[in-house]
């Protein structure tokens, strides 16, 4: 065999195999961009409205429940509406309550001998409605409440939070929490002249989605 004929075969062949090995290819190649991608967090926004505000819902409301004069056997009604201005369902809101200050009738603050809370009976309820009330045939008006369960008393209200009010699914739907105190017909005279200063708290909850 001619050994000058077979050399350039194998320095042939040697240089082949470095490209399969080590060496890169020449390729035609184009690509596109996907620009501008966003990722943003939806928000949760409460918002609240009385019978003050006029459909002007706002984060908070002041003295939205003013029940005045009141006497043993007496009941007195009020509301706050809820309203979800976010981007988000919330599915449920917790309704608790702080009470900054318990007056005795001497105007003594935190005097817990004569606490008008404890004597303070609450119905508390949903409605579509501001009026929370039903007019039956007598002509009387009378408090159409579901009583929901967890507390009997404004004392038991508070600090206390109450799971769970209805959830607001989208910025079309709000409702109005109805609230009727009745004054416990046994109390005495130790509860005249008392009052109590409350504030209601709401805590919007988003929806849970399972993943």
């Known amino acids: 065999m001619n050994l000058k004929t077979i050399a350039p075969r194998l320095v042939t062949i040697a240089a082949t195999g470095a490209l399969l090995v080590g060496g890169t290819m020449a390729y035609f190649s184009d690509e596109g961009?996907?620009?501008?991608?966003?990722?943003?967090?939806?928000?949760?926004?409460?918002?609240?409205?009385?019978?003050?505000?006029?459909?002007?819902?706002?984060?908070?409301?002041?003295?939205?429940?003013e029940f005045s004069n009141m006497s043993p056997g007496n009941s007195q009604t009020g509301f706050v509406s809820l309203h979800n201005d976010g981007s988000l369902p919330i599915a449920e809101v917790l309704l608790g309550a702080t009470q900054p200050a318990t007056n005795d009738n001497d105007g003594n603050d935190l005097v817990l001998s004569s606490n008008l809370s404890d004597v303070l009976n609450l119905t508390v309820a949903t409605d579509t409605t501001s009026d929370c009330v039903e007019t039956v045939e007598e002509g009387d008006q009378v408090v159409d409440y579901t009583q929901l369960s967890g507390f009997s008393t404004l004392t038991a209200l508070v600090n206390v939070d109450y799971d769970s009010l209805p959830g607001l699914p989208d910025s079309t739907r709000d409702y109005y929490l109805c609230v009727m105190a009745t004054m416990d017909p046994d109390a005495g005279n130790a509860y005249q002249g008392d009052s109590v200063t409350v504030s209601l708290v709401f805590t919007a909850h988003q929806v849970t989605t399972q993943p």
């Open 33 to 65: 961009t996907s620009s501008g991608n966003v990722f943003s967090a939806g928000t949760l926004d409460l918002k609240l409205d009385d019978k003050d505000t006029a459909g002007e819902f706002s984060d908070d409301v002041t003295a939205s429940l």
